[in-house]
């Protein structure tokens, strides 16, 4: 089932109108079991695994004998004993399996950030008549600056169109110029969920290729990859997915551009026969020829911990349920506090997992909040952000932290200086 499909009314939070009856309701989550297999801190409400997931409870006896056994007894025969070398393709049927890509087409490897140098290079490359790019004035900052990057990498002059400045949206920007539009699924500021189905038609109608960056709705998302004939899609391990900070992310690239597709990091583990050592590069005939080098193994590891503990999960029931945790939020803050702007759709089918608050004051706000326990992030300028992860976070926190936040407006809490501190990291 689509996200577009799916209707609200079997989910509003209209009979969670006290903080029991949230409790009742957990008592009932068909995926209440999966909270356990998380370590969540004491005291902890924690609405930030959109950004960074809470670590598996396995994860550290994995790691644990990743370290001391493969590594630290059977060393290098680890590459063959452990199934080290494989990692990246086994691992990556495993996450194509959460996006609705067949086995073959996904790997787990490198940063975003590179994934998305690789994929946008590739599209170029696969469109040589055409010289434009689409991408969102809103997009995530990394997005921007690789697709400049890949443009001035192209081999030819390339331009830019943006959707917000250059046009009011998508629609307006396609022509038969366009080589590939870069787009986040979900949007990271407001949480907002493109139409994954019309959109890749459309640029295909008009001849062009699509890169779905998904690091906002992986795993909590319903994403059919195959069935969109989606071309190239790129995500992170370490929001949704739970993999640890800096886990390696995901490159996913369709079986009918793998013969084609050529990227430029031409690096041995993309080789046909990387142990032949041959002096020039021939690619791989499928998709590892998407990578490039020696992946770290021992990040590899927390992403299999990471997918063991999500198990069997269907995605459409962890859809259901963090649209119910977030329209559980959502109506809690409205009426707690009218005014307050929520730049989160409230329509299902128009949002991800998170939900953002615009307020000037959100600094402040969120700092004193994770001194109560509830940890939320805050965007420059003014955007409170709290992400629901189904897995383990409870109808319960979602009515507390509601009510957190609004003793914390109440309590103008920006007026203490304690709260006003900026760290490096926000
Ligand atoms: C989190 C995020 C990234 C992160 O990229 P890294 O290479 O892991 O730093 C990229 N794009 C989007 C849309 C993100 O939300």
Known sequence: MSSASMTSGEMTSGEMTSREACVARDL???????????????????????????????????????????????????????????????????????????????????????????????????????????????????????????????????????????????????????????????????????????????????????????????????????????????????????SGPGAPAFISVAKAHQGTAQHPLSGWWGHAAPFAFDRDFRPDSGIKRFLCGTQPIISMRAVEAALDAMGRVEVTALRQKSLALTELFMSRVSALLPGLDIVTPRETSLRGSQVGIEFDKGFAVVQAMIERGVIGDFRAPDL??????????RFEDVWDAAEILADCIKAEVWRDPRYNRKLEVT
């Not at 070398?85 to 975003?112: H, K, S, W």
């Not at 010289?131 to 002059?157: H, N, Q, W």
């Not at 409170?384 to 976070?393: N, Q």
Request: with cysteine; glycine share 8%; aromatic share 8%.
């Open 384 to 393: 409170m952000r709290f992400g629901f992860a189904p897995l383990y976070v």
């Open 28 to 242: 009932v989550d068909p995926l209440r079991a999966f909270r356990d297999r998380f370590v969540i801190p004491e005291g902890v409400i924690y609405l930030d695994g959109n950004s960074l997931g809470p670590m598996p409870r396995a994860a550290a006896s994995i790691l644990n004998h990743t370290i001391e056994k493969e590594w630290g007894q059977d060393l290098i025969r680890s590459w063959n004993s452990a199934g080290w070398f494989d990692m990246p393709a086994r691992l990556g049927d495993r996450v194509g399996a959460l996006i609705g890509a067949a086995p073959g087409q996904t790997l787990v490897c490198d940063t975003t950030s590179i994934n998305l140098y690789k994929a946008i290079h590739a599209a170029i490359g696969l469109r040589p008549d055409r010289d434009v790019v689409i991408a969102e004035d809103e997009s995530f900052p990394t997005d921007l600056y690789i697709i400049e990057g890949a443009m001035k990498s192209a081999g030819r002059p390339m331009q830019r169109r943006l959707i917000g400045s250059d046009g009011p949206s998508i629609e307006a920007l396609i022509d038969r110029n366009v080589a590939v539009a870069v787009l986040s699924h979900v949007n990271y500021r407001t949480g907002e969920l493109l139409d994954m189905a019309a959109i890749t038609k459309r640029l295909h109608d008009a001849g062009a290729l699509v890169v779905w960056d998904l690091c906002h709705s992986v795993g909590v998302v319903e994403i059919d990859f195959d069935r969109h004939a989606v071309d190239f899609a790129v995500g992170c391990t370490y929001k949704y997915l739970n």
